[in-house]
Nanobody, 114 residues
Framework: QLQLVESGGGLVQPGGSLRLSCTASGSIFDIYIMGWYRQAPGNQRELVATITSGGVTNYSDSVKGRFTTSRDNAKVYLQMNSLKPEDTAVYYC??????????WGQGTQVTVSS
Protein backbone atom coordinates (compact mmCIF):
# COMPACT_ATOMS: atom_id res chain seq x y z
CA GLN A 1 0.00 0.00 0.00
CA LEU A 2 1.20 3.48 -0.91
CA GLN A 3 0.54 6.76 0.84
CA LEU A 4 0.82 9.92 -1.24
CA VAL A 5 1.04 13.54 -0.09
CA GLU A 6 0.88 16.47 -2.51
CA SER A 7 2.07 20.04 -2.01
CA GLY A 8 2.59 23.17 -4.04
CA GLY A 9 -0.89 24.23 -5.10
CA GLY A 10 -2.18 27.77 -4.85
CA LEU A 11 -3.43 30.82 -6.66
CA VAL A 12 -1.57 32.08 -9.73
CA GLN A 13 -2.31 34.57 -12.48
CA PRO A 14 -2.81 33.45 -16.07
CA GLY A 15 0.55 32.90 -17.73
CA GLY A 16 2.19 32.10 -14.42
CA SER A 17 3.87 28.95 -13.15
CA LEU A 18 3.49 26.52 -10.29
CA ARG A 19 5.34 23.39 -9.26
CA LEU A 20 3.51 20.53 -7.59
CA SER A 21 5.31 17.89 -5.56
CA CYS A 22 4.18 14.50 -4.33
CA THR A 23 5.97 12.20 -1.92
CA ALA A 24 5.15 8.50 -1.68
CA SER A 25 5.66 6.32 1.37
CA GLY A 26 4.98 2.67 2.06
CA SER A 27 5.86 0.06 -0.57
CA ILE A 28 7.82 2.54 -2.67
CA PHE A 29 10.23 0.00 -4.15
CA ASP A 30 7.41 -1.62 -6.11
CA ILE A 31 6.25 1.61 -7.76
CA TYR A 32 6.01 1.33 -11.54
CA ILE A 33 4.17 4.47 -12.49
CA MET A 34 3.49 7.85 -10.88
CA GLY A 35 1.57 10.80 -12.17
CA TRP A 36 -1.06 13.46 -11.92
CA TYR A 37 -4.77 13.73 -12.57
CA ARG A 38 -7.03 16.71 -12.07
CA GLN A 39 -10.70 17.35 -11.47
CA ALA A 40 -12.51 20.62 -12.05
CA PRO A 41 -15.95 21.30 -10.54
CA GLY A 42 -18.64 19.44 -12.47
CA ASN A 43 -16.08 17.48 -14.49
CA GLN A 44 -14.71 13.97 -14.31
CA ARG A 45 -11.19 13.34 -13.10
CA GLU A 46 -8.83 13.45 -16.07
CA LEU A 47 -5.27 12.49 -16.84
CA VAL A 48 -2.66 15.25 -16.75
CA ALA A 49 0.66 13.41 -16.95
CA THR A 50 2.32 10.16 -15.96
CA ILE A 51 5.88 8.88 -15.77
CA THR A 52 7.06 5.30 -15.49
CA SER A 53 10.00 3.94 -13.55
CA GLY A 54 11.86 3.90 -16.87
CA GLY A 55 11.23 7.59 -17.42
CA VAL A 56 8.59 7.25 -20.13
CA THR A 57 6.16 10.15 -19.93
CA ASN A 58 2.62 10.63 -21.17
CA TYR A 59 0.73 13.93 -21.28
CA SER A 60 -2.79 14.94 -22.08
CA ASP A 61 -3.07 17.04 -25.22
CA SER A 62 -4.32 19.99 -23.21
CA VAL A 63 -1.05 20.34 -21.26
CA LYS A 64 1.58 19.21 -23.79
CA GLY A 65 4.30 21.79 -24.18
CA ARG A 66 3.28 23.61 -20.98
CA PHE A 67 3.57 20.99 -18.22
CA THR A 68 6.50 18.73 -17.42
CA THR A 69 6.52 15.81 -15.04
CA SER A 70 9.64 14.35 -13.48
CA ARG A 71 10.45 11.77 -10.87
CA ASP A 72 13.11 11.26 -8.22
CA ASN A 73 12.74 7.89 -6.51
CA ALA A 74 9.58 8.18 -4.41
CA LYS A 75 8.82 11.75 -5.43
CA VAL A 76 7.06 13.02 -8.50
CA TYR A 77 6.83 16.61 -9.66
CA LEU A 78 4.63 18.58 -12.03
CA GLN A 79 6.08 21.82 -13.40
CA MET A 80 3.22 23.87 -14.79
CA ASN A 81 4.03 26.83 -17.03
CA SER A 82 1.87 29.19 -19.07
CA LEU A 83 -1.08 28.40 -16.84
CA LYS A 84 -4.58 29.11 -18.11
CA PRO A 85 -7.87 29.61 -16.23
CA GLU A 86 -9.03 26.24 -17.58
CA ASP A 87 -6.19 24.58 -15.67
CA THR A 88 -8.04 25.42 -12.45
CA ALA A 89 -8.78 22.16 -10.66
CA VAL A 90 -7.88 19.93 -7.77
CA TYR A 91 -4.74 18.06 -8.75
CA TYR A 92 -4.26 14.52 -7.48
CA CYS A 93 -1.05 12.54 -7.30
CA UNK A 94 -1.30 8.86 -8.15
CA UNK A 95 1.05 5.89 -8.12
CA UNK A 96 0.89 2.15 -8.64
CA UNK A 97 3.02 -0.96 -8.59
CA UNK A 98 2.75 -3.52 -11.38
CA UNK A 99 -0.51 -5.41 -11.04
CA UNK A 100 -1.66 -3.27 -8.13
CA UNK A 101 -4.45 -0.76 -7.80
CA UNK A 102 -3.63 2.92 -8.04
CA UNK A 103 -3.20 4.85 -4.80
CA TRP A 104 -4.26 8.50 -4.62
CA GLY A 105 -3.25 11.57 -2.66
CA GLN A 106 -5.71 13.92 -1.00
CA GLY A 107 -5.43 16.52 -3.75
CA THR A 108 -4.14 20.07 -3.92
CA GLN A 109 -6.07 23.04 -5.30
CA VAL A 110 -4.68 24.99 -8.24
CA THR A 111 -6.51 28.20 -9.13
CA VAL A 112 -5.56 30.27 -12.16
CA SER A 113 -7.21 33.67 -12.02
CA SER A 114 -6.44 37.34 -12.36
Amino acid sequence: QLQLVESGGGLVQPGGSLRLSCTASGSIFDIYIMGWYRQAPGNQRELVATITSGGVTNYSDSVKGRFTTSRDNAKVYLQMNSLKPEDTAVYYCTAAAVGKRYSWGQGTQVTVSS
